[in-house]
């Protein structure tokens, strides 16, 4: 019996591997490269616009 809580508190104990660090990841990756094509078409546009 003192085995199963033994277990209990080792599994406890555990560190515990985040789920979401993959998806979070994955989500700034996206968002830094949507922001950087923003910012280089934004800078393409106004520099079309200023040499006429």
């Known amino acids: 019996m003192e085995a199963i809580f033994d277990d ?3 599994a406890l104990r555990e560190p515990r591997q985040d789920v979401w660090c993959p998806v979070l990841a994955f989500a700034i990756d ?3 490269k949507l922001f950087m094509g923003l910012a280089i078409g934004l800078g393409v ?3 079309m616009v200023l040499a006429g």
Do not use: D
């Open 8 to 10: 209990i508190a080792n």
């Open 30 to 32: 996206m968002a830094g």
């Open 45 to 47: 546009g106004f520099g």
